[in-house]
């Protein structure tokens, strides 16, 4: 079997409790429509990968037997977009009424970084190497 650590992520699915919600907050902050939609789900493409929004009550059968946690359980994972300038792009998220989780902060790491959630609680971070 060939390596899987080699392959491309091509789909993250993120499973979310108001899909028309979801899909809204998607199309306005990222600029994007969905390529793909049923009543469960909606995938939109970014430039590397796609996300697959998924209704919670769909993900159960995606899981099973594992349980689909919920918004409250807290993050577990953050989703990084690297762009130019993190702190024009927060001016326009905030005009297009995101909120962020924290203001733009230079990392010890050497990246300029702020984050926002989307509508299932999902975190969004965007972040410009210093």
């Known amino acids: 079997m060939e390596a899987l650590g080699f392959k491309s992520i091509n789909v993250i699915t993120l499973f979310v409790e108001d899909l028309q919600a979801a899909k809204s907050f998607y199309q306005q902050v ?20 796609s996300i697959n929004l998924l209704s919670v009550s769909a993900a159960r059968g995606l899981v099973d037997p594992e349980e689909v ?7 577990r994972f953050v989703l990084t977009i690297r762009i130019d300038d993190v702190d024009a ?7 297009r009424g995101v ?7 230079n990392r010890p790491w050497g990246v300029r970084t702020a984050s926002f959630a989307d509508p299932g609680g999902h975190i969004w971070e965007i972040a410009q190497q210093l």
């Open 30 to 49: 990222f600029g994007i429509s969905s390529v793909w939609e049923d009543d469960n789900s909606a995938v939109f493409n970014f430039a590397n990968m």
């Open 69 to 75: 946690a919920n918004p409250q359980a807290g993050s």
């Open 99 to 105: 909120v962020l989780l924290n203001s733009p902060m």
């Open 89 to 95: 792009v927060c001016t326009e998220l905030i005009e």
